[in-house]
């Protein structure tokens, strides 16, 4: 991880803007991938209507793992740079730069089998549907944010034993 000195955790309430924000970047990357990903997400806590969340749009672009390398060079056009997969499998990476006019959002590609994605998409929502647990997400995160506001690490620590919860309630363990 990076040093915790690089980190300012912040969690703020939810934004309805948030979706608003995620079209926007949604339409500028269809721009140059329409014809090679199969869709766009919008997963994270952004994307759960009422959660608090660090105000960081989370995007999985789902494509076929044999269109990854074209999808690769399409984005590169318009200025995202693959990373890696970051330890994580079927889940590949961008960074960006020059995106001043857009919110600050992580890119992800994954691959429409990807265990990541499934992951993503049943938390996100199972959140939209059960009002007590993401008001349940919500207050870990509150908590996590003020105990260890520039430790990253220990803040994903201390959300770990809720979030597990939740992913045995959606069959996700």
């Known amino acids: 991880m990076i040093g915790s000195e690089d980190w300012n955790i912040v969690v703020v309430p939810y934004d309805p803007d948030w979706a608003k924000e995620f079209s926007k970047i949604e339409k500028e990357l269809l721009v140059a991938i ?22 960081i749009i989370d995007i999985d672009i789902v494509a076929d793992n044999d269109m990854f390398a074209q999808v690769k060079e399409k984005l590169k056009e318009i200025g995202y740079e693959h990373v890696g997969d970051l330890g994580i499998e079927s889940r590949e990476a ?35 549907l059960h009002d007590d647990e993401r008001d349940r997400y919500s207050r870990i995160k509150i908590e996590m944010a003020e105990k260890f506001p ?11 034993s809720v979030i597990l919860d939740i992913y045995k309630k959606c069959g996700l363990l």
Do not use: W
Request: hydrophobic residues 30%.
């Open 150 to 160: 520039h430790d990253i690490d220990n803040y994903l620590l201390g959300k770990q």
């Open 34 to 55: 329409i014809d090679v990903v199969l869709s766009i997400e919008h997963v994270g806590s952004t994307s759960v209507t009422g959660l608090y969340a660090k105000p």
């Open 94 to 128: 961008f960074s960006y730069k020059n995106k001043e006019h857009l919110m600050e959002h992580h890119l992800y590609v994954c691959n429409k089998n990807a265990s990541e994605l499934k992951r993503h998409i049943t938390f996100r929502d199972y959140l939209r």
